[in-house]
């Protein structure tokens, strides 16, 4: 049995997956500027991880 992922399933999945990136990369002290970059959260966001 196959079930697919709504829309908003995915779109869900797909901000859970870029906020972990954005910690990761937050703890890792990489440069906000990066950050904001790859992972297209805004800065007030990414601090409030």
């Known amino acids: 049995m196959t079930v697919d992922m709504s829309d908003f399933d995915r ?3 797909e901000y859970s997956t870029r ?4 910690k ?3 703890d890792a002290n990489m440069p906000m500027e990066k ?3 790859f992972t ?8 409030n991880l």
């Not at 906020?19 to 954005?22: D, G, Q, V, Y």
């Not at 297209?40 to 601090?47: A, F, N, P, V």
């Open 11 to 13: 779109a869900v999945a």
């Open 19 to 22: 906020l972990e990136i954005a």
């Open 24 to 26: 990761k990369m937050r």
């Open 35 to 37: 950050i904001i970059e």
């Open 40 to 47: 297209g959260l805004s800065e007030k966001k990414i601090r």
